[in-house]
């Protein structure tokens, strides 16, 4: 889809925003390739998918006493109701 976006700014096509049903809302490289060509864009998401600000980080959890250790890293922001 961004090729298609691609060759579309190529040919001088003039457009005021992308718009994407959540198929492609779903896609993080799809959002993140939008935002990098500079372009406005809104996409449907579906209701399940988490969404945090740019600044969140990746953080090792706090080990507890009891139980198996985490093993992967929890973001150190919460998520914002999408």
Request: with cysteine; aromatic share 8%; net charge positive.
């Amino acid at each position: 889809a961004l090729a298609e976006i691609d060759r579309a700014i190529a040919a001088n096509v003039r457009f005021g925003c992308v718009l994407a049903d959540a198929g492609y809302g779903l896609s993080a490289p799809f959002r993140q390739g939008l935002t990098e060509r500079g372009l406005a864009w809104a996409v449907g998401i579906p209701r399940h998918l988490k969404v945090y600000p740019v600044d969140v980080k990746l953080i090792w959890p706090i080990t507890k006493v009891r139980g198996k250790p985490r093993k992967h890293h929890v973001p150190d922001i919460l998520s914002i109701a999408a």
